[in-house]
């Protein structure tokens, strides 16, 4: 029998991220970012989500429940008033996205590839962030087209991109949950069943598409601290006034301890599993 035959296959190699540095840690972010892009580039359909949801959403609420919402003949009032409750939304949504296609990588042997190289195993968590944030910035401006081109108008321009990077900050700390799914889970139907659990809860128990003063206290309660509901409320503050310490810090303390907490776990999770 050769030598050949008996030669067992060279293990993977074994990464020790401390020794990688700043520079190479950033050139493997850009190429595993780039190369998620041109996918997207090959399969335009996989952004059919970030187009269409924020304009179906957006015409459903103003034109179906707008005028028992807001009354009739208030529709401008509750563009203002949606719009930025639907940017809040756009970030749970994205972020449910990202975790079915890092399940789906997984399912498909890519992550077998990058196994094999020499590479920070967080790079690729950090590549599929990235990607989804422009993902979510397209998302965003889409949205708010639709919500200009039906009447909705903004006090401070300041005020409306300091919302847009809030509703992104906030939507990228709720990517790291996703992937965590992404790596535990074994099928991105899972994730989407979880995910779908646990956004009803959290979208329609907020602030996002109607006052909350109606709500019973017990569920007034929950709103207030509700991540989506201060989110809502801050990006309405920033762009046409109103409270905002409360919906800001609040929103600032969710994002740094989601992202604190879930982070760490998602690397450590993906780097068992694909060690």
Same mark, same amino acid.
């Given at each position: 029998?050769?030598?050949?035959?008996?030669?067992?296959?060279?293990?993977?190699?074994?990464?020790?991220?401390?020794?990688i540095?700043?520079?190479?840690?950033?050139?493997?972010?850009?190429?595993? =970012?780039?190369?998620?892009?041109?996918?997207?580039?090959?399969?335009?359909?996989?952004?059919?989500?970030?187009?269409?949801?924020?304009?179906?959403?957006?015409?459903?609420?103003?034109?179906?429940?707008?005028?028992?919402?807001? $009354?009739k003949?208030n529709?401008?009032?509750? %563009? /203002?008033?949606? &719009?930025?409750?639907?940017?809040?939304?756009?970030?749970? /949504? !994205?972020?449910?996205?990202?975790?079915? @296609?890092? /399940?789906?990588?997984?399912?498909?042997?890519?992550?077998?590839?990058?196994?094999?190289?020499p590479?920070?195993?967080?790079? &690729?968590?950090?590549?599929?962030?990235?990607?989804?944030? #422009?993902?979510?910035?397209?998302?965003?401006?889409?949205?708010?087209? %639709?919500?200009?081109?039906?009447?909705?108008?903004?006090?401070? &321009?300041?005020?409306?991109?300091?919302? +847009?990077g809030?509703?992104?900050?906030?939507?990228?700390?709720?990517?790291?949950? *996703?992937?965590?799914?992404?790596?535990?889970?074994?099928?991105?139907?899972? +994730?989407?069943?979880?995910? *779908?659990?646990?956004?009803?809860?959290?979208?329609?128990?907020?602030? +996002?598409?109607?006052?909350?003063?109606?709500?019973? $206290?017990?569920?007034?309660?929950? =709103?207030d601290?509700?991540?989506?509901?201060? #989110?809502?409320?801050?990006?309405?503050? #920033?762009? /046409? @006034?109103?409270?905002?310490?409360?919906?800001? =810090?609040? =929103?600032?303390?969710?994002?740094?301890?989601?992202t &604190?907490? !879930?982070?760490?776990?998602?690397?450590?999770?993906?780097?068992?599993?694909?060690?």
């Amino acid at each position: 029998m050769s030598t050949a035959t008996l030669t067992a296959p060279s293990p993977a190699p074994v990464v020790d991220e401390a020794r990688i540095g700043l520079r190479a840690h950033l050139r493997h972010i850009g190429a595993l =970012t780039r190369r998620n892009i041109l996918w997207i580039k090959q399969d335009p359909e996989s952004m059919f989500d970030a187009i269409l949801m924020p304009l179906v959403f957006t015409l459903l609420f103003v034109y179906v429940f707008g005028g028992a919402i807001a $009354g009739k003949g208030n529709q401008q009032e509750y %563009v /203002n008033y949606v &719009v930025p409750g639907l940017m809040a939304m756009m970030g749970m /949504n !994205m972020a449910t996205g990202v975790g079915t @296609g890092f /399940n789906q990588d997984f399912q498909t042997g890519v992550m077998d590839r990058f196994r094999s190289l020499p590479i920070a195993r967080s790079s &690729v968590l950090i590549a599929k962030i990235m990607v989804e944030i #422009l993902r979510l910035i397209i998302a965003v401006g889409v949205l708010l087209a %639709v919500g200009f081109a039906l009447g909705l108008s903004v006090s401070s &321009v300041p005020g409306l991109f300091a919302s +847009i990077g809030l509703s992104i900050l906030f939507g990228s700390s709720l990517m790291w949950i *996703f992937l965590t799914l992404g790596v535990t889970m074994k099928s991105a139907q899972a +994730i989407q069943a979880m995910g *779908f659990l646990v956004m009803m809860p959290l979208q329609f128990g907020s602030s +996002i598409f109607t006052p909350t003063s109606t709500m019973p $206290g017990w569920l007034q309660a929950f =709103t207030d601290y509700n991540p989506i509901s201060t #989110l809502a409320d801050a990006s309405r503050a #920033l762009c /046409n @006034g109103g409270p905002l310490t409360h919906g800001l =810090t609040w =929103t600032l303390i969710w994002t740094v301890a989601i992202t &604190v907490v !879930m982070a760490p776990i998602a690397i450590h999770k993906f780097r068992t599993k694909s060690s």
